[in-house]
């Protein structure tokens, strides 16, 4: 006896990537990568997966991007997306669309140019483009015409940010309805129906997002040393981004893969922003304290390594101050390189993180190891100590103490600490100005079923 049953819209979201993405001219220091979840989904016999192959970048220079010679500053950065409808020798049987999908902080996107490259997976070359979407001239155009039930936007009004010819596409009429700005929802849709078929949502929220400033940090303005990072949260505005083309569609019982690039260009400098912060000495004194006895830090200056007392809280240019860190070089243990070979350098991140409720704070050190041979992706993951005591602080000293030289990651690699300091400011290194702003930006692939179905 067979049953009939519906099948309602299934909807499946998998998160792969995690992504650091910092504005920085000067360094590519700050990258992680996590995984959460499968990045495929098996659901009766719904089968979908995908992959982000590869990001040109760890890092989208904060640099006037268009010169005055008509010449672009830096390149586009680059998402690879590899999708199919299959998971090993299983089908799927139900039709579904995939949306790629970019998760990133308003200020962010508001100052970028997006377009989407359709992939020949064989020849590894582009065959198509959408035109570039300069997103802030789209969002500003709709906003000033949102008494209309929809805008009409072409393309071609668009400032143009490709930064070489093999970009160019034909211009496409969007038609554009929706609001940032409405109480609910707040998401602006674009639909074009001919061209390239391109269509995206643009949805906004806020939440309360960890994000850190990067300092300059060297023994004189002219001196590069690793970055000081200023570990920060606040009620921040993001953006969700759903894109979306024909060729995403997937018919059922036929196994298919397709790649897909997604160009993300800057298109201006970023002023303001704290990118205009400056720091205003290794151990200045704190500005103001509230009614409620929290210390306001909006002169630029922060206390290191003393932290708030029990129960307050610092703050610094309106955000909540949760900690710092920074990466220092070291090298692997010796006990570790093959014989005859000297030791090879390595990175330690120490990272203090203030206790809020209790006072005091707690600093913990984590290897910062590339993610391949050549890679400037790192896996940063945390050290233990090789001795018989747990790796301790010593407030007092400002040093690390216990019986131990070295530590060990937890890929068994073991790591020489003889000369790992906590304080950012030894060896008459300060801090001056803010060169980076890194926030966790995310890329993921939406799996929708195309329609209901019986079986």
Request: one cysteine or more.
């Amino acid at each position: 006896m067979s049953e009939k049953k519906k099948i309602p819209i299934i909807r499946y979201l998998s998160y792969l990537l995690v992504v650091s993405l910092l504005f920085t001219g000067v360094t590519f220091s700050r990258y992680s990568m996590t995984t959460s979840g499968d990045s495929s989904a098996p659901l009766s016999r719904f089968h979908c997966s995908y992959e982000v192959d590869e990001i040109s970048a760890t890092s989208i220079p904060n640099v006037d991007y268009w010169l005055k010679n008509n010449s672009a500053a830096s390149t586009a950065r680059t998402l690879r997306y590899t999708v199919s409808n299959f998971k090993d020798d299983v089908t799927s049987d139900v039709a579904v669309k995939a949306h790629l999908r970019v998760y990133l902080p308003a200020e962010m996107a508001r100052h970028l140019a997006l377009q989407i490259g359709t992939m020949n997976i064989a020849e590894g070359t582009v065959t198509s483009y959408t035109p570039e979407i300069v997103l802030d001239e789209l969002i500003a155009k709709r906003e000033a015409d949102t008494a209309n039930a929809e805008t009409v936007i072409d393309t071609s009004s668009f400032k143009n940010y490709y930064d070489s010819g093999v970009h160019n596409a034909a211009d496409e009429e969007l038609s554009v309805s929706g609001s940032l700005e409405s109480a609910s929802p707040r998401t602006i849709s674009a639909v074009n129906r001919g061209g390239s078929g391109l269509s995206f949502t643009i949805t906004a929220s806020t939440k309360e997002a960890q994000y850190s400033l990067g300092f300059q940090r060297g023994k004189n303005e002219n001196d590069y040393a690793p970055q000081l990072f200023l570990d920060l949260v606040r009620e921040t505005e993001f953006y969700t981004i759903d894109l979306y083309l024909p060729s995403m569609e997937f018919p059922a019982g036929q196994p298919l893969t397709k790649m897909y690039i997604v160009y993300l260009t800057l298109t201006e400098h970023l002023e303001g922003l704290d990118f205009d912060a400056y720091w205003s000495g290794a151990d200045a004194v704190l500005a103001t304290t509230d009614a409620d006895g929290n210390v306001r830090v909006e002169n630029n200056s922060v206390l290191i390594n003393s932290p708030p007392a029990a129960g307050k809280e610092y703050y610094y240019n309106g955000a909540r101050v949760l900690g710092y860190h920074f990466d220092q070089t070291t090298q692997f243990a010796a006990q570790a390189t093959a014989e005859g070979e000297s030791p090879k350098s390595t990175t330690v991140r120490i990272q203090c993180l203030y206790d809020d409720e209790g006072g005091g704070y707690d600093i913990k050190l984590f290897h910062v190891a590339p993610i391949t041979e050549d890679s400037t992706e790192n896996y940063v993951h945390p050290i233990e100590s090789d001795g018989e005591s747990a790796i301790v602080f010593d407030k007092t000293s400002n040093t690390f103490s216990g019986n131990f030289s070295t530590g060990t990651c937890d890929q068994n690699q073991k790591i020489d600490l003889t000369n790992i300091v906590a304080h950012p400011f030894t060896e008459g290194l300060n801090a001056y100005q803010v060169l980076s702003k890194s926030y966790e930006v995310n890329f993921k692939a939406l799996f929708v079923q195309a329609s209901e179905s019986e079986v």
